[in-house]
Each structure stands twice: as structure tokens, then as C-alpha cells.
């Protein structure tokens, strides 16, 4: 999203979803998984939508769309590439849209090699680092302005896929393009020749999807989109979670850019996230390689400056190119009065990156002995991440590790409890792990916010005071500080000045001296120069007199006000409903919007009306807080040596890039490939029928002992993972079960760990309903119980019959209900971008009756490997 | 879609609850027949002077009324939550008049046997009709209690049961008295007992007809097994009655050496008695067992509610 | 106390309408509505019933939804595992092979959330010999936990097999279509929780016109196997409290087709009994007639 838009968030809001003529939920179990969001797409349907629904499984989304079209876990980017291809060739694309607000336009370098000439792979493949250089892909005439900075996007940039990088920060106004689209070299004509061999019948030969049933998708999208109509995609994590995620995505947002129904009611890409706030923890990430407001984390560079950083990152034009107030006000925020001008607002107390730090990098370092100590909050890796015998294999290598948690979970008790044990893999007695189990209090015991799917700050009020020890992560961490600025005070060493120069003065509420909330909400929202609450981040500074602890959140405590905790009946207002809680970026609901309406700043239909120019007033106006600069005419044109938004014209409405338009091709921000190609997953019982390359080139691998990979179609031992098997979740369970294997109410509904099968495969292999049955792979075997369903139904991939296996990824030892963990079965195989892991799709193998207890059960799966012929 | 060639249903599971009874309803059953028919029959011996059948029937009926009660308390639990029922006077509750009626029945029945026990020259009066008149419903108003319900093979027999009830009580009765009673005055009783079981057949094969496919609930599983005991028992025990009747053994010449011929024919005739005795009380308690089961067994078929409520 | 109903002054009688083409089986409703009102968890296994392992209504269960997979999973009516039915459903895969669903072949997932229908003419209240169910104010049919004797016969009295005993207490137990909340005039906690606004509560009369038009707009759309279950005051039970929009025959949901509550046979019950005892006496009578000799 990041890239293609410019923003790491949905486009769009799910109660936006009732205006949609077409919704294609794809790689997302919407009504089981975002039951309440749901409510909006029958919604639409009330209202005469087309629902479609595009999943290998029958699910209960599956049951109240109008059309469910089953295809190969794997696939989508092939089916999608498909549409895309639909699109060009019956030239069905919104030719406007596509001509004023995409780089369609944009002539790219002659140095670009596509995966139509390379067989599968793009120009810049660097062989021994298995990694793109991005050079050739830059836009003609830029090649070497895209150089510049490219050394801070080493390692892990581009789309985060629960949030995103900020587009792409290096370069202004593309030198060369075509009105016409008719320049071969221009984005338009490359990405026709791109997905040109992606035919209706290449669709079914790789998706198993009939050929009749994806046109009927293919027109019902084409049908829904122009001027009058619009169609929304929603999307969560069956397409996150593959080596090749973040391309899924980026192909879908290329359909919605030729259909274009980005930033117009109706439209968008609903990317449905996760956790109560995961869209929270990558705005005010927890992750390695991005700050506050997606500003990128500094590398360790020979030598570094604030300046320094802000030219390798800050691009001259968008709103990207006020980054260095962005940055100085945060800085100022951690560290107030130290950070002066003269110390580069304290720029050198910011951590450096050397490389890959992700969860499974860190894990891998763990097992080689890397790693000392490990804190785990609100996670239960040993259940929730892939190749769960790894995770666990790590832990028993630190020397202590904190779990905060409501009970004792399976990431607390591996050492006395976990499947190793039984097997013999891990002996207690030999386990070094200090573990200290810390009581967590819930959101009902302590004041906060969720960042929702939407980017919704939504704030909750503390209900009842946290149980015995209970303590909120907010406590925690700010006593931790505490503590430790105690046992430094008074150092004069150069390398505790960044622990002992943090502004670490929140005032603490009631006996448990709980930090109060309110107060690093307020921090976040930022203050001007006179301290007062920011109202949005347009006033912040380089200059060190504003501070804001997340660039994007400006504002959210404006005037002083908790925004969060509006609350405001949706009966009270229109149904944008912008004033109950508080959206990032300045409260606006659809992102872009500005693209609701045409380049003279009309809307560009009656029926679609959203946001518009006023020409009385002299500014923008309509249903939304406008996403633009508010009195920018439509016809205005920067004058020269504009920076920042000031360079975007008043016809660009993709204000957070550089060119302001959004991304068909995406020179920059992405790393594997400017356009998204169809690969096969890790494991596959497939070639890649359209390239010799058969999976992403650039992917990350961990070749290693404890993570071996099942032989894919054409290796030796391939005949015995022969089916696909994907991992989903199901309503009445929450992820790694934590929160819902512990509740008898829930423990009850879905009592049992179990596998869906189609009837045909149980008759294959004499699966019975109800019975057990052991599904394999070289990682491990696990036994669940059967339930045979016309709801999976075997599909013809390239001439052969292929049979799927679903397995829900809830179950683990502990609990009410337990049961194995799919996790087991998955290998760390991830997306190069954000590092999720695949387990979406692999190869397995499934066997009736249950599978072998102790030291037996490695051995099983060495032979079930070595019968095929596979294994050393 | 499938096809719906015959009811479907889901999953096999039942569509109406299954009772929630314990044993002690159906042997209920048995004793408020046994009590209700025995104070009928006990007022008429009372009233045609026969004293020595009255006593014994009296007797067959108190124990009746005080079983009855207690019984239904142990089904319930505690005693109070017997006099619950007596809180209100509920005429759509079966459950309730019938407690009403136990506890009204219970008095008179008292009385009366009380009476009968003091005064062995009694020739009846208020509270023998009184017992009779309660005691006939009483013996018939727990086949109203099963058949005021939603479970098909009970429900659909509404018009035959109370039949099968009072025929089934009314064998009860005569086989108690005949427990006891010298054979000589043992006569109306036979003949009654073996009217009853002939009754009691009859009308269950009436009531079985009009059930039509429903009927299966009491001709299988337990309730069937119940049900072939109860025919053969109640049958036995009729021909029983019969082989001991008076016209078979009508005293021949008068002579010392007849005298010793009689002396032994009327020992077997005792037992006969007893033994027919015996087995219409047994058949009785079968035949509570076998409705009692063919309630569950149906309301577990899902098929039977199908049926009957798509003719 | 059946006694007090008149005492209440009476509101406009509520109830649901469970409108099940919108159910998307979450089960929020099973849930909230025994964390309201505290009702204990009864965990029965696996059932392999599609996502349905709560089975049905019971004293542990006031909210069920059901889930019909139509073209079933093999085997799930078929009994025993190995049972032969699956040996033949499987055989027979083996043999031809089953078509994949083209969506129009009518493969659909049916949910649908049960609960007490609140009848007009109730089974259950009219059985109870305590007079510990009663009709509320608000025209709900509500246990009063404090009476009742356990005696069960509201249990086969009810033609929806909605009340059972709590195996602990001996006592009933069933939905109060919450009658706590209703007082503090809060909408039922299952329809609360639902997010797509298939369990609908409001006064009966606006919501079978609501049906009523629901009903319409299904029909023109094609939706010919689409029906209003329990909306007539004419049927057996005198019309439900709680009626239903079926995609289905009843059956298939666990619903009797043409439920009639027991009280309409009353009469024939009484006289039967009444003629039975009659005749009973008139036997006995008869059979001492002659007198003694
Ligand atoms: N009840 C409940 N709700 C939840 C959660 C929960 O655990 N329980 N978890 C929350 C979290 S953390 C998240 S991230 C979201 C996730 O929300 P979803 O992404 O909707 O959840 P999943 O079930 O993991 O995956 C969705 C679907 O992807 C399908 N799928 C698998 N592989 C492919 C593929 O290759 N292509 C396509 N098109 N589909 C595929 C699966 O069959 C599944 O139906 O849900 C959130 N909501
Ligand atoms: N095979 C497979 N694997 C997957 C996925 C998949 O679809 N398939 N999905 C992936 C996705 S999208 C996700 S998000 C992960 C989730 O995987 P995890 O995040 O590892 O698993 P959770 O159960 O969500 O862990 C959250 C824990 O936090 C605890 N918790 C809740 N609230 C608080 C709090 O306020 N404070 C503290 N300290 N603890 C709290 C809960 O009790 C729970 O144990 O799983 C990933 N793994
Ligand atoms: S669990 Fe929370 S976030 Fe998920 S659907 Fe329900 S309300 Fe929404
Ligand atoms: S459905 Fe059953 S329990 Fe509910 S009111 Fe009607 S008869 Fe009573
Ligand atoms: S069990 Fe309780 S509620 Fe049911 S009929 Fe008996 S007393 Fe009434
Ligand atoms: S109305 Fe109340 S009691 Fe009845 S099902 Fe709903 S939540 Fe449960
Ligand atoms: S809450 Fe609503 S949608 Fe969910 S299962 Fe219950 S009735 Fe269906
Ligand atoms: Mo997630």
C-alpha cells in the first residue's frame, strides 16, 4: 500500500464498504475473522452489490456471498495478473483516472529488464547476494538521483505488510513521460506487456479456477467501476502471508489504479488488519527498521549526521520532503531540552540497523546462540509463528526470558511442557531458560487506544482495576525506565546519556502509580511552540520548537481534547461519522480522496460524489476531510523550486509521493520486482507454468537443520508432500488461543483441533469422518481430528487433479482445548519485504489414524521423507 | 440440495426433549392404578357384602395412596417441592390436578380402608363412594399426564391410553386381592381380573392400529421387550384365573373319601390363584415400563414428529 | 407466580425475529448470552456436525446456532465412524468421484441461531403444575427458578424440545428472552451482540411487517426456498415470540414442520381419561352385580 499510495494504511473504511457495486473479498475470511466489519458488506449486498468471495475454502464468507470461486492457495497474484490483463486487452481501464493520477505516464530507464525477457526474473539480480539492485528500475533520466539514499533501504524496507514504509522518498518530478500511454517504454505499455501471457485459460491452468468463472469475476469488477460505479477490494493476511505477500497486494492495488477506485466512496482496498491495534504497533512500530510515523530507522553507516539522514531519505517533493521537521519533532519529543541544534537534536541516540533484526532472523540468532535475553509481550510465538519446534528449540537457548501474559502460555511453559519434551528433543533438566511469567492486565483494566484496521484511534477506559500483580505494558515498561535511569543516575558515561536525557516524567495515577494514558497520547499529538497541542502535523518544525511523538498522529490531541475517546452517535451525524474517535493522517476517513474527483476538481459523478473544489469558498470540501492541501486550486501549478507538497500540482492527489500520483510500477520501495509477477509458493507439487523461475528469487530463506524444506515438484522425494495445505483462523478462536483456548465459552464451540478435508481426498486416503488423521511435512507430523467437507473441493492445477488441506492454527498444549499446532508443520520461509512468513501455502502429506507419541515421531517423518526417495 | 425422499433431519437429533423422568414414574403409574382401581373395586365388594374381598382390597388401595406420593417425592427430590403443586390450582396441568387428585384420593381412600378394617360389618356408605369416585380417575389420569405431551407416541394415543391404563389397573387390583383372598370368595375378583386382561389387550391392540408407524416405539427396544413381557405375563396370568375358576371345581358327593380329593383340588386352586395373582400384577408393572420407555424411545426419533406433523 | 401476571401493568408484547439469511454463524449470540446470564459451559467434544459442537438447545444452551452444509460432509449422518453408510459414501467416491460444485449447483451453508419461541400458547407454561413459568408483562414466557419443583413436565410439554433439566439442580432452565434487561430496558443480550442484525428484537407487530417485507424482497430476488416460520397467529402454538425467516424446511434446522402445543388436545385427553374411568368403574361395578350367595 505504502508503495503503490503512499500510505501504509487501508484506503479506505469498512462502513464505506455499503457504497461499493462490487466487493471481492480475497485472501480474507472477512465474516469470520472481522465479523462486525462484515456487517457492512451485507450491507452492499442489501443494497444490490455483487459479493464475491475468492478463497480456496468454502467459508462462512463464502456462504453470504453471491459467488464463491475456490482456487489454489498460492495463486492469487496469477489470478489477479489475469484481471489486470482482462482490463488492457478489452480496454477497460478508467482511462482519466489512469492518465491524471497514475505514473502510467512515466517513461522508465532503458537499463529495465522485464520478467517477459529475463524468464521470470527482473534486471539487477545480484547473484551472490540473491538480492536486486533497483538502479535499472528507476524512472528515465533519474537513474541517478534514485542512487542517492538507496544505502539506508539495505536491508528490510517497503511495505510493512500490518502498515508500510512511506512510499518512496527519492525523487521529484519524473523527467519523462507520455500523455499518449502509447511509448513502449512507458509504465502503461510495459505493464501490458507484463501480464500479457496472464490469459483467461493461463488463470485456470495455474489458479484451478475455471475459465468461465474468473471472467465472470473479471467483468463484474469491470462492470462496477468507471465514473458511475465503484468496487472495493478487502484483503487481510491469506495474502500477506506468502513469500511473495506484498506483491499480492501491489496487484491488486494496480487493478484498482486501472479501475480507478482508489480514494472514491465505494472504492479502495480494505486491508483488514489484525490485532485490537496492530495497525497502532507499525504507526508506533514495534518493529526494527521503521520509527514513529514510518520514518525510516537509521542504518550504521560509516558516518552518519541528522543532515546526513535527511538526505538519504527525504525526497525534495511530497509531503515526504518535510521529513526533517517530522524527524526533529520526534527527536525533541524523546528527548526534550537535551536535543538542541547543536547536538543534532540527539540524532546519534537513535539505535542503528546494521541488518535484518526481524522476529525470525532473531529466533535464528537465538538458536546460534546469539541472543541472551528475549522479551515477549502480548505474543505467543511457540504457537503463533511458523515451525513452532524452532521457536521453542531458540528459547531453550537464552540465558532468561520475560512472558507477559493473562496465563501461563505454551511460549512459558516449553521447558516443561512443549512437544519436545515428549519427544526427548529437550530435556528439562538441560534447559538453562530462566523464564519469568509476568500477570499483564487486559484492556478492560487500563486506559488506552486501539489503532484499528481503519486507522482508527479508538480509546478505552479502564472498566476494573487490574487483578493482584496484573500490570499494564505501560507500567511495565515506564517502571522498567525508571529503574534502570535509577541505577545509571549520575554515570557520566557517553553511552547512558540517551537512557538518562529521556524526557521520562509522565505522572503516574492510584497506587499501582499506573502512568497516565492521557499524557503520552498527548506527547504523541505533539505541541507547537508555545506548548499548546498541535491541531495537525502542517506547523511542525526542523528547528527544534515543535515536538511530536508520531508525525502522523498530530493532532490527535488537539485543543487539548482526548480525540480517541469521541464518541459521538453515528445517528448524530453523517454517516462518515468523522467525529466519532479520531483517524490518522488529520481524521480523514478515505485516503486520496482528493480522487473522488476529476482534475478540474469536479466529482466525477452525481452518484460518487465525495470530496470537491468549491470555487466560491476557494477550497475543498465534501463528505471527508479533505486529503489535501485545502486551498490548493486544481489548476494550480508549483512554481519553480517548490519543495515538498508545495511542488505537487493541484491535479495530483497522492500528496505523500514524490510525483503525487500513485503507483502502477514501483521503481522504489519494494524489493522484489517493480511489477508483481505470478511465483509459486516455497513449496510447490507445481512448476511455474510462465516462467522458468519457479518461486520469488529473492525471498528469505533460512537453510539450516532445524528448517528443512519439502522437495517441490521435479525434486527427489516431491511425491511425498503431494496435496497443498493452508492455515486460517475460525471465529470462535483468537490466533495462537491464548485468549480463547483459556475460555470455557469459546473452549466449548470449537472444542477440538481439526483438518478440513474434501471428500474426495478422504476417499483417496481413507480419512475418516470424525476420526484422526496425521498430516506431514519434513518439519514434523500432527495428528487432528477430521472433518470431511464439501466445503474443500479438489481443483484442476495444470492438468492434475490437486486436493487441499485446511488446517485452523489455534491449538496448542495448553488451555481447555488443546491440541497440536499447525505452526509445527510451516519452515521459515518469508516475504523479502516485511518478513512475514509463508504459511498460507505449502506441501504436506495426510494419513489417516493418529500420529506416533516420543522418539518416534522424528523418526516417522525422516522416513516418511526417505520412502519418496527425498532426504539425504 | 438433497433430495427430501423421506424427513430429513439434523443430524439425526431429536426435535422434542426426551422426559427427564426417573424409574420411580413409571412404577407411580403402577401404584395409582393399583390404589384407584383397588378403592373402585373395594367400595363395590363393600357394597355387594363381601366383606373378606373389601378388607384385602382396601388394603391393596392404602398401600397404593401411600406409595403413590412418595414415589413422586423421591422423582422430585424433596417433599416440599411436592406441595409446590398444591401452591396453585392449575385445570391446563395434568401434573397438577393429578397431585390434587393423589392428595384427595390419598384422604378418602384412608377413611374408607380405615373404616373397613374397624368395622368388619360395614356395608359402605359417603366415604366408600367418596374413594370410588376418586380412585377411577386417579387410575386413569396419569394416561392423560402422558398423552397431554409433545412426544408423538404418547400424544397421538390420547384416546386409547387411559384405556390401556384403567384395564392394566384394574388387573393390578384384582391380582393384589387375589394375593390373599380364600378362593372361595375369591370369584368376582377372578372374574374381573380376567376381564381386565382380556380389556387390556384389546384396547392396546386398538391403540397400536391408530398409531400406525408411530406403534414401533412400543413394539421396539426396550419399550417392545417391556411390552411382550407384559402380554405374556398379563395372559398367563389370565389363563391362570381361568384353570382355578369355580365351575372347574365344583365339590362332587359328599364323602370322607371326596372330602380328601377336594382337600387337595383346593390347595392347587390356591395356588392357581396366587400364581394368576401374581402375574396380572407383574404384567401391570411391565406394561407402565414399556409406555413409559416408548415415550423416550419416540421423542429421540426425530422422524416421528416429522411424521406426524406432515400427514 | 402464574398468579401475578395480572398484576403487572402489560407493555406492547416483544420478541426476535431471527432473520437467518443474514446469519453469518459467529456464535456471538450463543456467547452473550451465557456470559448475561451466567449460564455454565457444557463442552461436548467434536462433533464433526459442520461447525456446530454445541449440538441444540438445553438447560445449558438458551442460544444454538445450527449449521447445515447442504450436499452434507460424508458420513456426518452417517452414524458410527466406519459405520457402512461411510463405507459406501466412500466406495462410491472412490468409484466416480465427486463433480467440484460449480456455485449454482445450490451447495450452500445454512446458519441458523435457535432459541425459545416464546409461544403465544405456551406448552410449557400451561404443563407446569407450579405455576413457576409464567407469562411476563412484556407477553415472554419466563421460569422462575425459585419455584420450580424440577417436576419436568414443561420438558415434554414444549414441541420445540427448548427446556431441559440442569442435571445438578433438578430444576429447569431456559431463555428469559432477558427479562432482567428487558426491565432495565436494554434489548436481549444475543440480539445485542449480533453484528449483522440477524436476531432482530422489537414489538411483534413491527417486526412480523418487518418479516413480511424481508419475505418479498427474498422471493423477488429468487430466494424461492426462502419462508417465515412461527410469524401466523394461526398455527398450533397461536403464533411464536420469537419467529424465524428460513431458507429451508424447518426439519432441517432442528424445527418441528406444524408444531401444536399439547392444551389443544386437552379435551380429548380429559374425556378420554373421564370415559375410561367410567367405564373402569361400571366393569367393576357389573362384575359384582349377582351379589353374594
Ligand atoms: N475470530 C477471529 N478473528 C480474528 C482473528 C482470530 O484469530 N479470530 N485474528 C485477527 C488477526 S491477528 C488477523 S491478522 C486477521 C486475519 O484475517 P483473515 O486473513 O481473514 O484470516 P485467515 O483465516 O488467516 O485467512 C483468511 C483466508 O485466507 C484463505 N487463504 C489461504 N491461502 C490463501 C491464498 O493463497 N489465497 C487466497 N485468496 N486466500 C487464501 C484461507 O482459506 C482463509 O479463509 O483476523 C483477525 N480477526
Ligand atoms: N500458521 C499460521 N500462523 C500464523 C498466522 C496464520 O494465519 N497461520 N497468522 C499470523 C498472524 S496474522 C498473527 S497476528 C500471529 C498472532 O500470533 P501471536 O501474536 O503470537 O499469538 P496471540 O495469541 O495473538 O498472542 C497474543 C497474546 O497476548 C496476550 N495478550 C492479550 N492482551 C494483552 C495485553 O494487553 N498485554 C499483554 N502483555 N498480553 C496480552 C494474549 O493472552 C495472547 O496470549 O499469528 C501469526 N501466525
Ligand atoms: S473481536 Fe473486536 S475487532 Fe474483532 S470483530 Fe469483534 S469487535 Fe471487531
Ligand atoms: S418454545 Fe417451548 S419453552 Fe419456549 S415458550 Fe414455547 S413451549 Fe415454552
Ligand atoms: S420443571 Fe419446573 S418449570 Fe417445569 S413444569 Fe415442573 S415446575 Fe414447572
Ligand atoms: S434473550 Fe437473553 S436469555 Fe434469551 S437467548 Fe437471548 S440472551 Fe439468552
Ligand atoms: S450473532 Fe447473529 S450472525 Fe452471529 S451467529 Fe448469532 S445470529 Fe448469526
Ligand atoms: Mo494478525
Known amino acids: 500500500m505504502g508503495t503503490s499510495f503512499g500510505r501504509g494504511g487501508a484506503t479506505t473504511f469498512q462502513q464505506d464498504l455499503q457504497n461499493s457495486d462490487c466487493i471481492v473479498i480475497m485472501g480474507s475470511n472477512m465474516a469470520e475473522c472481522h465479523p462486525v466489519g462484515f456487517q457492512w458488506v451485507v450491507e452492499a449486498r442489501e443494497r444490490g452489490a455483487k459479493v464475491i468471495h475468492v478463497d480456496p475454502r468454502f467459508t462462512r464468507t463464502s456462504a453470504l456471498a453471491d459467488l464463491h470461486v475456490p482456487l489454489r492457495a498460492g495463486s492469487d497474484i496469477a489470478f489477479l495478473g489475469g484481471i489486470v490483463n482482462y482490463i488492457l486487452t478489452n480496454e477497460r481501464e478508467f482511462r482519466e483516472y489512469v492518465q491524471a493520477y497514475t505514473n502510467a505516464r512515466t517513461i522508465v530507464s532503458d537499463d529495465f529488464r522485464d520478467t517477459e525477457d529475463l524468464d521470470g526474473i527482473f534486471s539487477g539480480l545480484d547473484p551472490e547476494s540473491g538480492k536486486y539492485e533497483r538502479e535499472s528500475w528507476q524512472y528515465k533520466g533519474m537513474e541517478a538521483g534514485a542512487a542517492a539514499g538507496e544505502r539506508d533501504k539495505g536491508e528490510a524496507e517497503g511495505e510493512q505488510a500490518h502498515g508500510a514504509h512511506g512510499g518512496e522518498l527519492e525523487h521529484g518530478e519524473p523527467p519523462e513521460e507520455d500523455e499518449t500511454l502509447q511509448d513502449p517504454r512507458c509504465v502503461f505499455q510495459l505493464l501490458k506487456r507484463h501480464y500479457s501471457r496472464y490469459t483467461p485459460e493461463m488463470v485456470e491452468r495455474i489458479c484451478g479456477v475455471p475459465k468461465e468463472t474468473f471472467l465472470e469475476v473479471a467483468e463484474a469488477l469491470c462492470e462496477n467501476s468507471g465514473r458511475e460505479r465503484t468496487s472495493a477490494f478487502c484483503y487481510a493476511v491469506g495474502w500477506t502471508q506468502h513469500t511473495v505477500g506484498v506483491q499480492y497486494i501491489r496487484t491488486a492495488a494496480i487493478v484498482q489504479l486501472l479501475l480507478g477506485n482508489i480514494g472514491r466512496p465505494g472504492g479502495g482496498i480494505m486491508a483488514l488488519r489484525g490485532h485490537a491495534s496492530i495497525q497502532g504497533s507499525t504507526d508506533i512500530p514495534t518493529l526494527f527498521n521503521i520509527l514513529p510515523g514510518y520514518l525510516p530507522m537509521p542504518h550504521a553507516h560509516e558516518e552518519t549526521s541528522l543532515d546526513l539522514y535527511v538526505g538519504r531519505n527525504v525526497p525534495p517533493t511530497g509531503f515526504w520532503g518535510n521529513g526533517k521537521a517530522y524527524m526533529v519533532s520526534l527527536l525533541k519529543a524523546w528527548w526534550g531540552e537535551a536535543a538542541q541544534f547543536e547536538n543534532d537534536f540527539c540524532f546519534d541516540y537513535l539505535p542503528r540497523i546494521d541488518s535484518d533484526h526481524s522476529h525470525y532472523r532473531t529466533v535464528a540468532d537465538m538458536q546460534d546462540n546469539k541472543l541472551e535475553g528475549y522479551f515477549v509481550m502480548g505474543e505467543n510465538p511457540a504457537v503463533g509463528s511458523a515451525n513452532g519446534k524452532l521457536q521453542r528449540l531458540a528459547l531453550a537457548k537464552l540465558k532468561w526470558l520475560v512472558v507477559r501474559d493473562f496465563a501461563e502460555i505454551e511460549t512459558a511453559s516449553f521447558w516443561k511442557d512443549g512437544p519436545e519434551i515428549e519427544t526427548g528433543e529437550l530435556r528439562t533438566e538441560e534447559i538453562g531458560t530462566e523464564v519469568f511469567l509476568m500477570p499483564a492486565a487486559a484492556h478492560t483494566e487500563k486506559d488506552g487506544s486501539f489503532t484499528n484496521t481503519q486507522r482508527l484511534l479508538q480509546w478505552h477506559h479502564k472498566a476494573v482495576e487490574p487483578e493482584g500483580d496484573c500490570r499494564s505494558e505501560l507500567w511495565f515498561m515506564y517502571h522498567l525506565g525508571r529503574r534502570v535511569r535509577e541505577k545509571l543516575a549520575g554515570s557520566t558515561a557517553e553511552r547512558d546519556r540517551p537512557i538518562l536525557d529521556l524526557t521520562w516524567d509522565y505522572p503516574t495515577v492510584g497506587p499501582s502509580e499506573e502512568p497516565d494514558a492521557e499524557a503520552v497520547l498527548a506527547e504523541i499529538g505533539g505541541f507547537d511552540a508555545e506548548r499548546a497541542p498541535l491541531v495537525d502535523y502542517l506547523p511542525l518544525k526542523d528547528d527544534g520548537s515543535t515536538t511530536c511523538g508520531c508525525w502522523i498522529y498530530a493532532g490527535c490531541y488537539k485543543g487539548g481534547e482526548n480525540q480517541p475517546a469521541r464518541r459521538k452517535p453515528g445517528s448524530e451525524q453523517n454517516w462518515v461519522a468523522d467525529e466519532w474517535a479520531w483517524a490518522w493522517p488529520m481524521n480523514r476517513r478515505i485516503l486520496y480522496n482528493r480522487a473522488s474527483a476529476d482534475p478540474e476538481g469536479k466529482p466525477w459523478s452525481e452518484r460518487k460524489k465525495y470530496i470537491w473544489w468549491d470555487a466560491e469558498e476557494e477550497e475543498w470540501t465534501g463528505e471527508d476531510v479533505p486529503d489535501f492541501t485545502p486551498d490548493k486550486a486544481p489548476d494550480y501549478v508549483p512554481p519553480e523550486g517548490a519543495t515538498a507538497q508545495e511542488a505537487l500540482r493541484g491535479d495530483e492527489p497522492f500528496i505523500m509521493q514524490g510525483d503525487g500520483r500513485a503507483w502502477l510500477y514501483a521503481p522504489n520501495g519494494i524489493v522484489d520486482g517493480p511489477f508483481p509477477t505470478h511465483y509459486e509458493p516455497r513449496e510447490s507439487p507445481f512448476p511455474n507454468p510462465l516462467y522458468a523461475q519457479r518461486s520469488n528469487p529473492v525471498r528469505d530463506e533460512y537453510n539450516r537443520p532445524e528448517n528443512p524444506y519439502n522437495p517441490s515438484d521435479g525434486e527427489p522425494g516431491a511425491d511425498a508432500y503431494p496435496f497443498v495445505v493452508t492455515t486460517y483462523r475460525l471465529t470462535e478462536h483468537h490466533t495462537a488461543g491464548g485468549m480463547s483456548r483459556t475460555l470455557p465459552f469459546l473452549a466449548e464451540l470449537q472444542p477440538e483441533f481439526f483438518c478440513e478435508v474434501g471428500p474426495e481426498l478422504a476417499a483417496e486416503r481413507g480419512l475418516e469422518h470424525g476420526g484422526w488423521a496425521t498430516i506431514v511435512t519434513t518439519r514434523t507430523a500432527i495428528e487432528a481430528r477430521v472433518l470431511v467437507t464439501e466445503r474443500m473441493q479438489p481443483l484442476r492445477v495444470d492438468g492434475r487433479t490437486v486436493h487441499q488441506v485446511g488446517l485452523p492454527y489455534h491449538w496448542g498444549g495448553k488451555g481447555i482445548s488443546t491440541g497440536d499446532s499447525a505452526n509445527d508443520l510451516f519452515p521459515f520461509a518469508l516475504d523479502p519485504n516485511v518478513h512475514i512468513q509463508e504459511v498460507k501455502a505449502a506441501t504436506c502429506d495426510i494419513r489417516p489414524g493418529r500420529r506416533p507419541l516420543g522418539a518416534e515421531l522424528p523418526a516417522f517423518v525422516a522416513e516418511h521423507l526417505r520412502q519418496a526417495g527425498g532426504g539425504r | ?311 | 407466580m402464574g398468579g401475578h401476571v395480572v398484576e403487572f401493568e402489560t407493555k406492547p408484547r416483544v420478541g426476535f425475529f431471527t432473520d437467518t439469511s443474514v446469519c453469518i454463524g459467529c456464535k456471538a449470540c450463543e456467547v452473550a448470552c451465557k456470559e448475561w446470564n451466567h449460564v455454565p459451559s457444557d463442552n461436548q467434544g467434536f462433533s464433526g456436525n459442520s461447525y456446530d459442537n454445541s449440538g441444540e438447545l438445553g438447560a445449558n444452551r438458551w442460544r444454538h446456532v445450527a449449521f447445515i452444509e447442504q450436499k452434507l460432509p460424508v458420513g456426518v449422518e452417517g452414524g458410527a465412524p466406519d459405520s457402512f453408510v461411510q463405507e459406501a459414501a466412500r466406495q462410491s467416491l472412490v468409484e466416480e468421484g465427486l463433480e467440484p460444485h460449480a456455485d449454482e449447483d445450490g451447495f450452500r451453508w445454512l446458519m441458523s441461531s435457535d432459541v425459545c419461541k416464546h409461544c403465544t400458547e405456551a406448552g410449557c407454561l400451561d404443563a407446569c403444575p407450579t405455576g413457576s413459568i409464567f407469562r411476563t408483562e412484556f407477553g415472554t414466557v419466563v421460569v422462575q427458578e425459585d419455584i420450580c419443583n424440577g417436576c419436568g413436565y414443561c420438558v415434554v410439554s414444549c414441541p420445540f424440545g427448548v427446556l431441559d433439566q440442569r442435571q445438578d439442580d433438578g430444576r429447569v432452565w431456559k431463555c428469559t428472552l432477558c427479562y432482567d434487561r428487558l426491565k432495565g430496558d436494554m434489548e436481549p443480550a444475543c440480539a445485542h451482540a449480533c453484528p449483522t442484525k440477524s436476531i432482530q428484537f422489537g414489538e411483534l407487530d413491527e417486526l412480523r411487517e418487518r418479516a413480511a417485507e424481508r419475505i418479498e424482497v427474498l422471493h423477488r430476488r429468487g430466494h424461492g426456498d426462502a419462508r417465515l416460520y412461527g410469524d401466523s397467529p394461526e398455527d398450533g402454538v397461536g403464533g411464536f415470540g420469537a419467529f424465524f425467516l428460513l431458507m429451508d424446511e424447518p426439519e432441517t434446522y432442528r424445527l418441528p414442520p406444524d408444531p401444536v402445543v399439547p392444551t389443544r388436545h386437552a379435551g380429548t385427553v380429559w374425556k378420554a381419561a373421564a370415559a375410561a374411568a367410567l367405564t373402569m368403574a361400571a366393569g367393576i361395578g357389573a362384575s359384582f352385580l349377582g351379589g353374594r350367595r
Open chain 2, 1 to 311: 440440495m438433497v433430495p427430501r425422499e423421506q424427513p430429513t433431519s439434523y443430524y439425526g437429533r431429536p426435535i422434542v426433549k426426551p422426559p427427564v423422568w426417573k424409574p420411580e414414574i413409571p412404577y407411580y403409574f403402577f401404584f395409582g392404578g393399583l390404589a384407584g382401581a383397588s378403592a373402585v373395586m373395594a367400595s363395590a365388594a363393600t357394597f355387594a357384602g363381601r366383606p373378606q374381598l373389601a378388607r384385602r382390597a382396601w388394603a391393596g388401595a392404602f398401600v397404593g395412596v401411600t406409595v403413590s406420593p412418595v414415589l413422586l417425592i423421591k422423582d422430585l427430590g424433596k417433599p416440599s417441592r411436592f406441595l409446590n403443586m398444591l401452591r396453585v390450582f392449575k385445570v391446563t396441568s395434568p401434573m397438577n390436578l393429578g397431585a390434587w387428585l393423589l392428595a384427595a384420593n390419598g384422604g378418602a381412600t384412608s377413611l374408607a380402608a380405615g373404616l373397613n378394617l374397624l368395622d368388619k360389618r360395614r356395608r359402605g356408605g359417603l366415604p366408600e363412594l367418596g374413594a370410588a369416585a376418586l380412585g377411577a380417575p386417579l387410575a386413569t389420569y396419569t394416561a392423560a399426564l402422558v398423552t397431554h405431551t409433545a412426544i408423538p407416541a404418547w400424544s397421538e394415543a390420547r384416546v386409547e391410553m387411559p384405556f390401556v391404563f384403567a384395564a392394566s389397573a384394574t388387573a393390578s387390583a384384582t391380582g393384589a386381592a387375589l394375593l390373599t383372598v380364600p378362593a372361595a370368595e375369591a370369584e368376582p375378583a377372578r372374574h374381573l381380573g380376567i376381564a381386565a386382561a382380556l380389556a387390556e389387550e384389546a384396547a392396546t391392540a386398538v391403540m397400536h392400529k391408530r398409531l400406525g408407524p408411530l406403534a414401533e416405539s412400543y413394539e421396539q427396544g426396550k419399550a417392545g421387550h417391556f411390552g411382550k413381557a407384559a402380554r405374556a405375563l398379563t395372559v398367563a396370568g389370565a389363563l391362570a384365573l381361568v384353570a382355578s375358576d369355580d365351575a372347574l371345581h365344583r365339590p362332587k358327593r359328599r364323602s370322607s373319601f371326596f372330602a380328601q380329593r377336594a382337600r387337595k383340588d383346593e390347595r392347587r386352586r390356591r395356588a392357581l390363584t396366587v400364581a394368576g395373582g401374581t402375574l396380572l400384577l407383574a404384567g401391570s408393572v411391565c406394561k407402565r415400563w414399556s409406555i413409559f420407555k416408548a415415550g423416550f424411545q419416540s421423542a429421540e426419533d426425530p422422524a416421528q414428529v416429522i411424521q406426524t406433523q406432515r400427514p
